[in-house]
């Protein structure tokens, strides 16, 4: 008789087609957070990022991780309860809910099931005490400063961020507005730094003094909650 696959898994899999239709609005956000925490090996990592279609990227993000086993597929889920993936997907916080059912009245030894739950919720715990003022900058977090930078956003592009002349010119080619032009210079730039796009990365550099840039414009990058 085949062994029945952890709760893990099976908490992935029956959620599978929800988490890809909420994760495919910026997959490239997900699959940089799931690298950062070594969710992938180098191999599978560039196997996933070079797919182009963000629903399929999200898809063969999953898979890799569910065949990886239960502890990528725990690790996965700690991912999905982080507060940065959950400002940026407000849909992803039924997982928690989904999570907390699954332990509670999924099949298998209750001793396990106690511990696994006792441990993902330290684990959850720990992560936000360490990375208090570390997250990654999250998409509302760009678009609040994006707001607020005006019309020397290519020479803050170039100087402060380090995003090429020529993403530049292509971001304000795909771009109409320019808040919306700012925005995707910010994204790109959180793209190209993966695990270091923090939101205290960010502030550094927007906070050089030859910028000029009012402090209180980018000081919710240092809010927490």
Known sequence: MAE??????????????????????????????????????????????????PSEKVTDLLDHIIQRGPEAARDLLELLNDKALQDT????????????????????????????????????????????????????????????????????????????SVKLEQIEEDNSGHVLRVFAMLRSWRSSQREKATAAHLHSLLSQKDLALPPESIDSLLETD
Not at 24 to 50: G, I, P
Not at 94 to 120: E, H, Y
Not at 136 to 157: N, P, Y
Request: with cysteine; aromatic share 4%; charged share 30%.
């Open 4 to 53: 029945e696959p952890a709760a893990e898994i099976q908490l992935l899999r029956s959620q599978k087609v929800k988490l890809i239709e909420i994760l495919r609005a910026d997959a490239d956000f997900v699959l940089q957070h799931a690298d950062s925490r070594c969710l992938l090996s180098l191999y599978d990592y560039e196997r996933v990022k070079a797919c182009r279609v």
């Open 89 to 164: 997907f407000p849909m992803l916080r039924f997982i928690k809910d989904v999570q907390v059912n699954t332990l509670s009245s999924g099949k298998g030894k209750p001793s396990q099931k106690r511990k696994l739950a006792s441990d993902l919720q330290e684990t959850i715990t720990s992560k936000k005490i360490c990375n208090k003022g570390s997250s990654l900058v999250t998409e509302k977090q760009l678009m609040i400063v994006a707001r607020t930078i005006g019309k020397s956003w290519r020479e803050i592009g170039i100087l402060a961020l380090g995003v090429p």
